[in-house]
């Protein structure tokens, strides 16, 4: 594994970053492919636009494709997670202005995945645990991820690959770790993220190719019964592209056509995503 | 400044550790006053509780009082920051099982506060960023603390010494880091926390106090209204003590007989606090 902190070769924080003091910072998980990071151009944008939102600032993101790209196995699949912070400071909520961000990176080999369980589909159950709605917050990947920590421990035991979580009001938001898309009569709908959740890069990806192929896509707010009654559902993330479901707690889902296609087209711009 | 991670000498934590990664840990502030820390027994069961909440288990804090008291200074005050995570992790939500706690101690000078401030009250403001609900994560100081970092920031160059925080509902929650007190015709009422804020050890020792006093308390949800036709409002942590309120943006306020005398009987227990 290589680590950097700031760009040196170091895997130590000071204990008096505000990352670890009161999660104040964000994070991207990026995969890449031969030394290539397919997806860089989305997922620096999301960094940009949550490093705004949260005004840690100044941070120049210029020096950070390079930094990340020398570090890189040309010869396999990597998983890249960046985070920044907004750096060291004293004691108190109220952030050093201006703040000095930290920036941790961290480089690790990707293990192939189950490509059966990728073919015929994960089985996944409803959490208790639920999204608070935070709207200025939500669609950040910033690092207060103790909601999606509690709805994961959920699933330690249970044979789930993954966990669904609404939230306080009973509408669907997402998995622990992947967003989530329901298919029915042809067209697809994925959660409104405007009060909670993280608005992925694969997301977003998948919203796109989906226009590309004519596919209707639509943003909004989701229950559970239209979960329940949808004809697929599939979940991504930047790690894992597309996962299709099989079952959802009692409720058996069918790998199908749509999520098949996502799913091909995914690995069209991220050759061996899956 | 003395600090300890895991009992040594070091100023420096793993990048790996979940603290920074998703903010998945509790702590506590506390203030020792020439080598005392009178609060130790409330500040020590709260951590307790929170750890069982957030399931960071086993961890044993059987050595925690000798190790920070070792390293007091006994000719001052000084103020206690002890930090536990839930420690180093493999990339994802799933917390290890078992896990490996880190504790982590800063030991700093405390530096005197304004007594002018604390006799004649402090000039605080409504902020706009509210505390959503989340149940589970209710009353516990985790470290997932972006809501409060967003509503200090809206005070940073207003002049004002704190910010009231809402929940989402409208609700009076607390102040971005102190517990919130109005006195109403001789009584005393406190918000409720069951979905939102931070249950302080000051706020547990200030309602003892009151009741030793006769003065009746009430936990109850609690309105803007309510809290601009106060008669005192006062707020507390565990290293301020009890602070007056003057002014709650236009509203005038009286710094009060009860405030007064709830003051007192805190520099009563902690005879520096203030």
């Not at 990597?78 to 912070?85: A, D, M, N, Y």
């Not at 050093?96 to 480089?107: G, M, R």
């Not at 099989?246 to 056509?257: F, N, Q, R, W, Y």
């Amino acid at each position: 594994m290589i680590t950097l902190v700031n760009g040196r070769r170091t895997d130590q924080v000071s204990i008096h970053d505000r990352g670890l003091a009161y999660g104040d910072g964000v994070f991207e998980t990026m995969l890449s492919v031969k030394g290539e990071i397919p997806l860089w151009d989305i997922h620096l944008a999301r960094l940009e636009c949550s490093l705004k939102q949260l005004n840690i600032q100044p941070f120049d993101t210029n020096g950070l494709f390079d930094m990340i790209k020398n570090n890189l196995d040309k010869t396999r699949q990597q998983i890249i997670k960046l985070t920044v912070t907004r750096g060291i400071g004293p004691r108190g909520y109220a952030p050093p202005i201006p703040c000095k961000p930290t920036s941790i990176i961290s480089i690790t080999n990707r293990e192939p995945g189950d490509a059966l369980l990728r073919t015929n589909g994960f089985k996944i159950k409803l959490c208790e645990t639920y999204y608070a709605r935070q709207v200025k917050l939500a669609g950040l990947k910033h690092l207060n991820r103790l909601e999606q920590i509690l709805a994961r421990m959920e699933i330690a035991h249970t044979g789930h690959a993954e966990g669904i979580m609404l939230d306080q009001t009973g509408k669907v938001i997402s998995a622990t770790m992947h967003n989530l898309f329901l298919v029915k009569d042809g067209a697809i709908s994925t959660p409104d993220l405007t009060f909670s959740g993280v608005a992925g890069v694969m997301r977003q990806l998948v919203i796109g190719l989906a226009h590309d192929e004519n596919i209707p896509v639509t943003i909004k707010e989701i229950s559970m019964d239209e979960l329940l009654s949808a004809d697929e559902l599939f979940l991504t993330n930047s790690i894992d592209g597309v996962w299709p479901i099989c079952e959802l707690d009692s409720t058996i889902m069918t790998v199908g056509e749509i999520t098949s296609k996502l799913q091909a087209k995914v690995r069209e711009v991220i050759p061996s995503c899956d």
